[in-house]
Nanobody, 127 residues
């Protein structure tokens, strides 16, 4: 049974930072790319960042480039999202996801390419 557990969300002022973590169990973590998506109230789920199975390649939503950094620690089966210079529009539930394919060299930002999801962690940025 594959499980993903996110943590690290919270309330922060604009300009602040948070680091999200997602621990994965029940799957050979090192073979799969990982991603972070987010969903704000009344909006569709949107891609934020992804990292390849090797960790060598990453992809980001345009509006978070230069502010967010995705990384992974295969020994800890954990993927991270470091979020700096947070803005009120970053407020959302952040969810991590596991790629449905192994050995994908270039991470995907497509919702349909991910088949296991965590429950999410709330990030609220006040102005």
């Amino acid at each position: 049974q594959v499980q993903l557990v996110e943590s690290g969300g919270g309330l922060v002022q604009a300009g602040g930072s948070l680091r999200l973590s997602c621990v994965v169990s029940g799957r050979d973590f090192s073979l799969y790319g990982m991603a972070w998506f987010r969903q704000a109230p009344g909006k569709e789920r949107e891609f934020v960042a992804a990292i390849s199975w090797t960790g060598s390649n990453t992809a980001y939503k345009e509006s978070v480039k230069g502010r967010f950094t995705i990384s992974r620690d295969n020994a800890k089966t954990t993927v991270y999202l470091q979020m700096n210079s947070l803005k009120p529009e970053d407020t959302a539930v952040y969810l991590c996801a596991v790629d449905k394919r192994i050995f994908r060299d270039y991470p995907s930002g497509a919702f349909g390419d991910y088949n296991y999801w965590g429950q999410g962690t709330q990030v609220t940025v006040s102005s």
